[in-house]
């Protein structure tokens, strides 16, 4: 079983809508979790973190962690054209361990 | 402004030449590591460095060697390239717990 599991999409939905992205996990040690966002020919870029569980809501976003679960939830409210990106969960060991990433297209 | 600098952004070269391709933050980071992005495959750690003269394998090192010999600077030297090689590396600089920055990529072709 791979230690981060996450659907590769593509995924579009319309403008406005609520996005949910996900990912699963296998090590129960993980306790610090990350959201990246890379958009086409760019390096990706934190866009949140949370320790251990529970939400954190910034702007339009909300980092959702369920460790009971081992499950993780990015939740996008009035999704924009510019949000259309690669979304990558990644998360703490010894090392930062990414998901290989989620295409999300908003369409206009 | 912050960043992490790669050069160059994008490289065709042959199989065998010698390359490398320089990664430089000012953000004095004393963690800098090297990653490879490959369709379906995600983001591969090619590298890490913990600090200046400490580098240490990670997951996919073979072909691969790197050097720190500043803080600022951890290159990627590929001795004699392959075509398994071509792919899109990015440097990225940071702590665990405040996350990278990443730097804007280097598409690599090797023919």
């Known amino acids: 079983q791979k230690e981060v599991e996450q659907d590769p999409g593509p995924l579009s939905v319309p403008e406005g809508a609520i996005v949910s992205l996900n990912c699963t996990y296998s090590n129960s040690a993980f306790q610090y979790f990350m959201w990246y966002r890379q958009y086409s020919r760019k390096g990706p870029e934190l866009l949140m973190y949370t320790y251990s569980s529970g939400n954190k809501e910034d702007g339009r976003f909300t980092a959702q962690v369920d460790k009971s679960s081992k499950y993780i939830s990015l939740f996008i409210r009035d999704s924009q054209p510019s949000d259309s990106a690669t979304y990558l969960c990644?998360?703490?060991?010894?090392?930062?361990?990414f998901g290989k990433g989620t295409r999300l297209h908003i369409l206009p | 402004e912050a960043q992490v600098t790669q050069n160059p952004r994008y490289l065709i070269t042959v199989t065998g030449k010698k390359l490398t391709v320089t990664c430089s933050q000012n953000?004095?980071?004393?963690?800098m590591s090297w990653y490879r992005q490959d369709p379906g495959l995600g983001l591969r750690q090619i590298y890490y460095s913990m600090n200046v003269e400490v580098t240490d394998k990670g997951d996919v090192p073979e072909g691969y060697k790197v050097s720190r010999k500043e803080k600022r600077n951890f290159p990627l030297i590929l001795e004699s390239p392959s075509p398994n090689q071509t792919s899109l590396y990015f440097c990225a600089s940071g702590n665990l717990y405040g996350g990278y920055t990443f730097g804007s990529g280097t598409r690599l072709t090797v023919v």
């Open positions: 953000m004095n980071h004393e963690y």
């Open positions: 990644a998360m703490l060991d010894d090392k930062i361990i």
